[in-house]
């Protein structure tokens, strides 16, 4: 019992991902692919730092 809110509201959230069209900037993308660097956003989350640890994401 009190499923049938919960399940219908992941059905509401997975049929609008489903059919949503998110505007896509295919110049930036063409420029992401060619390997320019001036356009790449430093804060993508990927982390340079060699020392690191490669666990630190399950804290």
Known sequence: MGRGRAKAK???VARDL??????????RLQRELAGDPGDV???DGVVDDPWVPEDDWRR
């Not at 489903?18 to 110049?27: A, G, L």
């Open 10 to 12: 992941q059905t509401k």
């Open 41 to 43: 956003d430093p804060s």
């Open 18 to 27: 489903k059919y949503s069209s998110p505007q896509t900037d295919f110049e």
